[in-house]
Each structure stands twice: as structure tokens, then as C-alpha cells.
């Protein structure tokens, strides 16, 4: 039987970026580049009732790495996500329900419904999120573990860079692909503020 967020403490849980990640990918020519972004936090409230969880995250824009220094350059620039305007990326989600798709997955799967906000532009968002349990840490402290993904639309938050090649093809993909590997850690009364 896989874990079930009714394993799930209510509180809050301070997402914790040493153990987690924010990868995504986009078409480029006829491959994939991929990055990640490695400056971002946030917070999960559980609720009495799991479903009714609320999460905020926050993620620093400037903070891109798609290894290659040149090509972060360009897209911190106005061209892209004009980070010196827009420094901060924001998710803030709202509504949880189970999943009716990935039955077969190792782990119940939810959708987690909000908002993610990208150069003043907020678009909608649903991210499918597998939940792999809790667990108490060599700390002392208790964890819990998720995956989420999802796509958005560029254009849809006003970036619309790109190169025409021949015929009706560009350079760049439209659809970002985005994967979250997330562990929060469960605030206790004597957790630092």
C-alpha cells in the first residue's frame, strides 16, 4: 500500500532546499535543454482535513542554471524573464483533490490547483503531485516527501522570444515542462524562526 496524505501532520511544513529541486525543460531546435532553478523556498500548510492544504512557494528568477553561462545571460535579460523587474516567481496554490489518473503509480497521486505568478502575469496552474510519505530525519525533525509536474505556456506569461527559422519553424519551444522534487519538514514549537 503506498503512503496516503492522511499520514500527513497538520501544520506547516517549510519546504527545505537542500533536499529539493525545480527542474524543467524546453524544446530547442530539434532537442531538449534542460535547467533548474537553485534559489527558492516555500511553505505547505496541511490542514485538518488534507484536502483542504494551502502552499505558497517562492522562487528567485535569477537564480536559473542551464549550464551555460551565456545562454542564463540571455535569459535573465529583458528578452526572457527580465529578472532586474521581475525577480521573484510565485506559486500560491490553493485546492487539493485525488488524482483519477495514475492508478498505477506507486503512489496515490492529487492534483494541487493554484496560481503561479511570472513577470506580473498570473495564469492558472495544476500540478499532478505523487505524495511518498513521512519519515522522521537523523535530526530530529520529520519529513515529507513529493513529486509534482506540469507544463505552462510561455507566451501565456508574456515571454515570446524567438527566432524563425525556415519555412513555419522557430528556435524555441513554446511548453515548459516542470518537475518538482520537494521534502518539507514538519514546524515544531521549537523550531527556529
Given at each position: 500500500?503506498?503512503?496516503?496524505?492522511?499520514?500527513?501532520?497538520?501544520?506547516?511544513w517549510?519546504?527545505?532546499?537542500?533536499?529539493?529541486?525545480?527542474?524543467?525543460?524546453?524544446?530547442?531546435?530539434?532537442?531538449?535543454?534542460?535547467?533548474?532553478?537553485?534559489?527558492?523556498?516555500?511553505?505547505?500548510?496541511?490542514?485538518?482535513?488534507?484536502?483542504?492544504s494551502?502552499?505558497?512557494?517562492?522562487?528567485?528568477?535569477?537564480?536559473?542554471?542551464?549550464?551555460?553561462?551565456?545562454?542564463?545571460?540571455?535569459?535573465?535579460?529583458?528578452?526572457?524573464?527580465?529578472?532586474?523587474?521581475?525577480?521573484?516567481?510565485?506559486?500560491?496554490?490553493?485546492?487539493?483533490?485525488?488524482?483519477?489518473?495514475?492508478?498505477?503509480?506507486?503512489?496515490p497521486?492529487?492534483?494541487?490547483?493554484?496560481?503561479?505568478?511570472?513577470?506580473?502575469?498570473?495564469?492558472?496552474?495544476?500540478?499532478?503531485?505523487?505524495?511518498?510519505?513521512?519519515?522522521?530525519?537523523?535530526?530530529?525533525?520529520?519529513?515529507?516527501?513529493?513529486?509534482?509536474?506540469?507544463?505552462?505556456?510561455?507566451?501565456?506569461?508574456?515571454?515570446?522570444?524567438?527566432?524563425?527559422?525556415q519555412?513555419?519553424?522557430?528556435?524555441?519551444?513554446?511548453?515548459?515542462?516542470?518537475?518538482?522534487?520537494i521534502?518539507?519538514?514538519?514546524?515544531?514549537?521549537?523550531?527556529?524562526?
Amino acid at each position: 500500500m503506498g503512503a496516503e496524505v492522511s499520514d500527513l501532520e497538520a501544520g506547516s511544513w517549510t519546504v527545505d532546499p537542500v533536499h529539493s529541486e525545480i527542474t524543467f525543460t524546453v524544446r530547442h531546435l530539434m532537442t531538449t535543454v534542460r535547467g533548474s532553478f537553485t534559489e527558492f523556498g516555500g511553505e505547505v500548510e496541511i490542514g485538518d482535513d488534507p484536502l483542504d492544504s494551502r502552499a505558497h512557494a517562492e522562487i528567485r528568477m535569477a537564480s536559473i542554471d542551464t549550464r551555460s553561462e551565456e545562454r542564463d545571460a540571455h535569459v535573465r535579460s529583458a528578452d526572457f524573464l527580465d529578472v532586474d523587474h521581475h525577480p521573484v516567481m510565485t506559486f500560491v496554490g490553493h485546492g487539493v483533490q485525488r488524482a483519477a489518473i495514475g492508478r498505477r503509480a506507486r503512489n496515490p497521486r492529487y492534483h494541487v490547483d493554484g496560481e503561479l505568478t511570472i513577470k506580473d502575469v498570473t495564469r492558472p496552474v495544476r500540478l499532478l503531485t505523487e505524495f511518498h510519505g513521512v519519515s522522521p530525519d537523523p535530526w530530529g525533525g520529520i519529513r515529507a516527501g513529493f513529486t509534482a509536474t506540469t507544463s505552462i505556456s510561455r507566451s501565456d506569461f508574456g515571454i515570446e522570444f524567438n527566432v524563425p527559422l525556415q519555412g513555419d519553424k522557430v528556435m524555441l519551444g513554446d511548453t515548459i515542462s516542470i518537475a518538482l522534487e520537494i521534502q518539507a519538514v514538519l514546524a515544531t514549537a521549537d523550531s527556529p524562526a
